[in-house]
């Protein structure tokens, strides 16, 4: 499986990158293997100096597409959680400015913990879902699904235009603004409306 990540899809999260807002979805990938599940803990990697949170809704692919189409594109996913984009935000600046891919910074072992995830269904309304990010308690990430700029369908689409998706790969759909440093010994909880969707701690 593999796991696709939308960047800058809500418009004060690419204000406080001074990104622009842009025309297209912009999108990444993380290897399998930086998923961290079951609220495992995050050991803070050494390579860097400054890793950011990045609290984003995560979708579930449940179908063998290429080519989607927007009005098709809702049938491709079947449950939805919580995740983060954990991002070595020195290395990607410095990435950034040298004209580099941001790999190193984005697609590390471990660097996408994820919830479990909850049926579609089971939502009253996935256009509009609540989820925040809590640090030690405290909350410091917020947004909601409908402030996004691309919607679910739209990424889908416009995603599966260059990479096949397959059953069991996974949508990252971008983070609101408040992204912020982690520290070791944080605790990190994370939920969509009231409910706990993650739970561990970075060592
Ligand atoms: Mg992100």
Redesign the pocket.
Known sequence: MKII???RNYREHAKEMKSEIPQVPVFFMKPDTALLRNNQPFYYPDFTKELNY?L?VVLRINRLGRNISKRFANRYYDALTLGI?F?ARDLQQECKQKGLPWEKAKAFDYSAPIGDFILKDEFPDIFNIDFRLEINDEVVQKGNTSDMIFSYDELISYVSSFVTFRTGDLL?T??PAGVGKVNIGDRLKAYMGDKLMLDFFVK
């Open positions: 990540c939308i960047g990045e984003e984009d991002t990252f971008g983070t």
